[in-house]
């Protein structure tokens, strides 16, 4: 059983269409896997995940969490994402402060006027990609509408913002145009930004700017721009792909299974579980990369200082000796805890958003379209080292 795979190359191409048989052989064969060739050890069980993404004192984040960019130490970017304690104590105390769950929650409406705007033109087609002409459009409009991004703004921002994702094929790096997109962005943020603090709104943008909190030493700490600017990016980009990413992965499952697609039509309440049950099976950020800051020995193997690990969340949730029959899709199936959304201190901060935006995007989708098909050629895979999921989904309603 799972006997498919000796190498897990996060680059393949192949590896997208399925990586979990991979993943089991890693689990059963190798739970401490070394790959000399690319140069990293991977952890795939969930005990074994679970407990590096907490041990942050031997798994630092500072050189970034993607394989392909973990050489050097990224500090200096502003993004919270590659610090560690006590930087990342600091700024994610701040922009805790500001994005909270309560705030998020209020932002329901929102997210349902926008979900509507998008979905509501598509009834009546036979077919649409549900990727280009939805999901990818929602997380955006919705980061927008919270920081306070005006209306006539948005496109623009959103396409500088995906300018700076976007890679060519066997490129790491963006385009050198991404850059120029980069510096206008910025500079409308820096923009948006100085107006706030002359007149403070009621949005995200202000409170970033306003908020404070007091230090060990008695100091009043605030966020500076350039730190205000990594956060807008973080937003733009953290919380951008990986819903997109989500709910198209949800529509391909609950096609995959009609049963509990009709289940979910006809009980909306069943849908909070469904979300939960997608992060396990098969979430959008496979892996969390570190570097040992220190020699870590489990299962009788040693992980030498200095070596890059990836921390793979989406293998742990195929673990049998967490989750029983673990390839099976159920969104009935009780979850105490998945690391779909990450753990520890990285706990994704969005994980409130991201739980709102997926149950209304499922909401939404199927109670307009509850009975669809998906088109032979309608499933186009997108290619990441860490990031999973589709970049198109042709659904044809029935009629
Ligand atoms: C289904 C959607 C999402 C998934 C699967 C997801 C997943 C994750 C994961 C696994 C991490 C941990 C990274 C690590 O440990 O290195 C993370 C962190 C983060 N996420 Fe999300 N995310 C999602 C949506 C969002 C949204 C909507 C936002 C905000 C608008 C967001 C903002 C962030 C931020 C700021 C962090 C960094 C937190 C820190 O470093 O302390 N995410 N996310």
Known sequence: MGETAREYDPFSYELDEDPYPTYRWMRDRAPVYHNPRLDFYALTRFDDVHRALIDSDTYSSRYGTSLEFMDAPKDGSGLMIFMDPPEHNRYRALVSKVFTPRQIAALEPEVRRIARGYLDPLVGRDRFDVVREFTARLPMDVISALLGIPATDRRWVQEGSNAMLHRDPGSPLPRPEAFEAQKRVFAFFQEQ???????????????????????????????????????????????????????????????????????????????????????????????????????????????????????????????????????????????????????????????????????????????????????????????????????????????
Not at 219 to 225: C, G, H, Q, S
Not at 312 to 318: E, L, P, V
Not at 366 to 389: C, K, Q, T, W
Request: hydrophobic letters at 35%.
């Open 193 to 399: 930004m100085d107006e706030r603090r002359k007149r403070p709104r009621d949005d995200l943008m202000t409170r970033l700017v306003q908020v404070d909190s007091v230090d060990e030493a008695g100091r009043t700490v605030r966020l500076t721009d350039q730190e205000i600017r990594g956060f807008l990016l973080l937003l733009a980009t953290a919380g951008n792909e990986t819903v997109t990413k989500f709910l198209a992965t949800a529509y391909l499952e609950l096609w995959r299974h009609p049963d509990q697609r009709r289940a979910l039509a006809a009980d909306a309440s069943l849908i909070p579980g469904a979300v939960e049950e997608t992060l396990r099976y098969d979430p959008p950020s496979q892996y969390q990369g570190r570097v040992a800051l220190r020699d870590a020995t489990l299962h009788g193997e040693t992980i030498p200082e200095g070596a890059k690990v990836l921390l793979i969340n989406g293998a742990s949730g195929r673990d049998e000796r967490k989750f029983p029959d673990p390839d099976r899709y159920d969104v009935h199936r009780e979850i105490d805890l998945h690391l779909g959304l990450g753990y520890g201190r990285h706990l994704c901060l969005g994980a409130s958003l991201a739980r709102l935006e997926s149950r209304i995007g499922i909401e939404e989708l199927l109670h307009r379209f509850p009975d669809y098909e998906v088109s032979a050629d309608g499933i186009e895979r997108m290619h990441s080292s860490n990031v999973r999921g589709l970049a198109g989904l042709v659904l044809e309603p029935a009629n």
